[in-house]
């Protein structure tokens, strides 16, 4: 069977069935990131995140500086989903050789600063030449003993919520596709600023691990509906999502206009809006949200967990929604 | 300024320059691997290391599992060259979707070997579709506060040692040049051996490092006389090699014999021998040599530290030798 039949996720489940336990590895593969226990009060936390140019990135329409920067909070967003904190970033940079250093340096210090933003510094990696421009993220960082957060916690009963809004990177790469480069320039500025800078969670997560009322997290970096299914497969527990109670954000429904397309889509389906998935019990959603309100940040119910499995997307009548195939598989 | 013009080396000292200090972070940028002290009674100690096809490896004259083990073993060395024990594997593979499942496999099947040869596991990592192989190989691991070895504790009066035989790597390389795959399978075993499935030297690193006595230590990466110069550079000292007491790998002499090359200078500056290359007093020389047989590995004086700067190499009658531009730098 080919990668491409099989697909990323069952080709990363056969690698995680062959692994070997370790005492100190408390999660292996599967969630967000590694847990380690290496001794100390706090937990070690790791986390992989590879962007290949042509398959997660373009530099036509995005400056060094930005694909660095976005590189960096994508695997930022990891450790927020687990409720830690970043404290070191790696990077393995393959960069052809004809590049301006200082293009090169832009695209580190776009890294850099989004390592810097959320308190944390970039402390090695490795660099090769290479036609093809590609970055490999790792973030180290600790979460205290037991508030890990984890993808398979999720009970019937809950229900699921995100932080944020979703939906700008589904707009910001249909305006790409419909207009290249010049239309995600005149995009409305919210829609361009969420894609090309995104910002990792880390102290809504901190905050939310901090509260143990958390019961699964995840960030949102292939899609809302496929992601909850990652919380659903690890949970062992069915899904239920209201389209209609999904926060789409801002200037995302301008841009469906000027496209004749569905914002809604664009939140249940696109990918990389590095927003924290958790499931909780009803009565801790409003004390959670009053306090994400403290990190500026909304919190919004958009589903329930049940017995069972899978995920189901209702529309506003009630119906269950036909989705196109969506969400990131990348051999799929 | 291009990258190629720069230097590899001279653009990771830019981008160390620009690098922001962090409680947490001993070491960064410029060390086999970097230091953080998570609060346990051990410190962590983090490496990466990519491997491009066509760059680092080529599918034509190593199988899948030989190309996997080998990235592994070369991130496990940075490891050993900290004195550190390794605990967790992460990989972020970018592979081709027409790769049949089984080939991919047994790709992660070499890494992992790689890892559970030395008490390590494969716990993480990340997965692309990608025409170009590539495998960014990360390693976190642990060493007792105060047992680190670092690249900067060579002092003047010191005498420089290697673990192991040189010069391998040079030898199958030189036979690939020459006669492609063929001429390697043909090769002495133990240079095809020591090429496809170098052994990282954890249990000789966590030995030298408990003892207490070693000043300096790095892995032997990018060839014997560029790695000294790491050395140098980061003491603040000069280094001379004695050419002719540079033990050789088992079977490099029958291969520059037919090839009509040079075994010494593949011991020079060949690169990807995972030895560990360390600075020590005179008097250590003999009791850790001991305790190196234990590990059945030998320990070799190879040269001599020395107020001043850079990396000098004498020839058997106490000349020094012009040696061919060797090593590895990956912009130059």
Redesign the interface.
């Known amino acids: 069977?080919?990668?491409?039949?099989?697909g990323?996720f069952g080709?990363?489940d056969?690698?995680a069935a062959?692994?070997?336990?370790?005492p100190?590895?408390l999660v292996?593969?599967g969630d967000d990131?590694?847990v380690?226990d290496?001794?100390?009060?706090?937990l070690?936390v790791?986390?992989?995140?590879?962007h290949?140019e042509g398959?997660?990135f373009s530099l036509e329409h995005m400056s060094p500086a930005e694909v660095g920067w976005r590189a960096g909070a994508a695997a930022l967003s990891d450790i927020a989903a687990m409720g830690a904190r970043p404290?070191?970033v790696?990077?393995?940079?393959?960069?052809?050789?004809?590049?301006?250093?200082e293009r090169?340096?832009e695209l580190?210090?776009g890294l850099?600063s989004a390592a810097?933003s959320v308190?944390?510094?970039?402390?090695?990696?490795?660099?090769?030449?290479?036609r093809?421009v590609?970055l490999?993220v790792?973030v180290?960082g600790?979460v205290p003993r037991g508030q890990e957060l984890l993808r398979s916690g999720a009970r019937p009963g809950q229900v699921l919520a995100v932080t944020g809004t979703l939906g700008a990177t589904g707009a910001a790469l249909a305006l790409l596709q419909a207009g290249g480069p010049d239309a995600l320039t005149a995009a409305p500025g919210a829609v361009r600023e969420r894609f090309v800078r995104p910002e990792p969670r880390i102290v809504a997560g901190r905050a939310l691990a901090a509260s143990g009322r958390v019961a699964a997290a995840m960030d949102i970096s292939d899609g809302l509906v496929q992601d909850a299914g990652h919380i659903a497969g690890r949970s062992g527990v069915g899904i239920t999502i209201e389209a209609a109670r999904v926060p789409i954000a801002e200037g995302c429904a301008d841009v469906a206009g000027d496209l004749g397309a569905d914002a809604i889509a664009w939140a249940l389906t696109g990918g990389e809006d590095f927003e924290l998935l958790i499931a909780l019990d009803r009565d801790q959603v409003e004390p959670l949200a009053a306090m994400a309100a403290v990190a500026e940040i909304g919190l919004t119910v958009v589903g329930s967990i049940e017995e069972g499995e899978g995920v189901r997307v209702l529309d506003a009548n009630g119906r269950e929604m036909e989705l196109p195939r969506g969400g990131w598989d990348?051999?799929g």
């Open positions: 069977m080919l990668l491409s039949e099989l990323e080709f990363i056969r690698i062959r692994a070997s336990g370790h100190q590895v292996g593969i990131a590694a380690l290496l001794g100390g009060p706090e070690t790791v986390t992989t995140d590879a290949f398959r997660h404290v070191a790696f990077c393995s940079c393959a960069l052809p050789a004809d590049w301006p250093a090169a340096e580190l210090g850099r810097e308190s944390a510094v970039l402390a090695g990696g490795d660099m090769i030449s290479n093809q590609a490999d790792v180290v600790s990348h051999f």
